[in-house]
């Protein structure tokens, strides 16, 4: 439950003067099982998503295009990620509070997931992840 442990990976890039192509492959390049991919888009200026952390998914963001932040707290510390080029990614492992904002106009987020959807893995409320913190790091 470290933000220590959210990474970003380098993603393989192809360069063409047809244009690039950049590839994912499941445990070759996400340290774990895909079961989920969707997307973010049509993002209005100012707006943020996300806002809440996950008890168990493990997810892997990539800024597919334009750009956007990716604010990670583990109830210690905080650290922002500004992702902007479609060959990397961000791993967040499960524990982690986290919350997307400074869309781009255009921007599109995927998010690459461990679980299928699943409302009761949400936690929506922080003072909930602080308490949910106490029992989980016991
Ligand atoms: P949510 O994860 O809260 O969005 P964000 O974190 O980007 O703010 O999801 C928004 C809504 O979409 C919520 O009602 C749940 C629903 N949803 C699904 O039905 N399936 C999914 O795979 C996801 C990610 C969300």
Redesign the pocket.
Known sequence: MSITNCKIHDLPKVEDRRGNLTFIEQEHHIPFQIR?V?W?YDVPGGQ?????AFKQQDEFIVALSGSFDVVVNDGEEIQTFSLNRSYYGLYIPNGIWR??ENFSTNAVAL?I?ST??D?TD?I?NFNDYRQWLKVAKK
């Open positions: 989920r969707y973010i943020i998503r996300g806002g809440h919350h997307m998010v997931s299928y959807f409302e949400y929506r």
